[in-house]
């Protein structure tokens, strides 16, 4: 019996992960994890106890006693300890604590062990910064997705537009640059490209498009060697 089919997807802020994960899982009905929303429960979990998220023994002992796990029924759910707090996980204060809490060695540790167990007896698509080099190194297909960052500044600044904030486009640029030297000069898991990873560039690509590419490249795993860089 053939291993579940894991699908990594890693690549910088902006680049369309998150919707290309999830139309991905759905085109092959496998299940979808945003990693990022395991490092955002655990931040949860820390502020409603009351916890400092930068006193890392306090952080530890209260996240070595933690479960979270990850529903897909028709949409993705996340629970602590069974609690669904997916409407809970989106708040300025989640992010600062989640950017905290990831810093912190002991739940890194304990994150990648809940991530690969998301993957047992079942395949899935999994989006993030260290999925393909860190928590799935041995994954079936592993994918860079990646686009200009003055493509990704400008996604982002529509994003703020449709929800009604009011920004110029130049410090959004600066932001997603800034962004994109923090995620690649940090100590721990770096975003970095592995080195059997397909690079996608969706620059001048829809989501769906995206998709349906990497679903080829999934279906026809088997049948030819991956390239190591594909072009749009």
């Known amino acids: 019996m053939s291993e579940p089919l894991v699908i990594t997807i890693d690549g910088p802020a902006g680049a369309g992960k998150s919707t290309v994960a999830q139309k ?3 085109r092959l009905g496998l299940m979808y994890v945003d990693s990022g929303a395991t490092y955002r429960a655990v931040a949860l979990k820390v502020l409603e106890s009351g916890i400092d998220p930068q006193d890392a023994p306090a952080v530890a002992r209260l996240i070595g006693a933690t479960s979270v796990e990850v529903t897909d029924d028709h949409a993705p759910h996340v629970l602590v300890d069974g ?3 997916t409407a809970r996980l989106r708040t300025p204060e989640v992010t600062l604590a989640a950017a905290q809490v990831s810093r912190l060695p002991e739940v890194r540790t304990k994150l990648i062990e809940i991530q690969r167990s998301f993957a047992r007896d079942r395949g899935v698509v999994m989006e993030g910064r260290d999925i393909g080099t860190v928590v799935f190194p041995q994954a079936g297909l592993k994918i860079f997705l ?3 960052a003055e493509v990704r500044a400008r ?3 529509l994003e703020y537009e449709q929800k009604g ?3 110029e486009l130049p410090p959004v640029v600066e932001e997603v640059r800034e ?3 923090r995620d690649r000069e940090r100590a721990a898991s770096p975003l970095r490209r592995a080195p059997d990873a397909v690079y996608v560039d969706c620059s ?5 498009e995206v998709a349906r590419l990497i679903a080829m490249l999934a279906r026809g795993r088997e049948a030819a ?3 190591q860089r594909t072009h749009p």
């Not at 001048?204 to 769906?208: D, G, N, S, V």
């Open 24 to 26: 991905l899982a759905s």
């Open 83 to 85: 609690d669904d707090v």
């Open 146 to 148: 990646d686009a200009d």
């Open 155 to 157: 996604r982002r600044w």
């Open 165 to 167: 904030v009011q920004v």
């Open 179 to 181: 962004r994109d030297r």
């Open 204 to 208: 001048a690509m829809e989501a769906e």
């Open 225 to 227: 060697e991956l390239p």
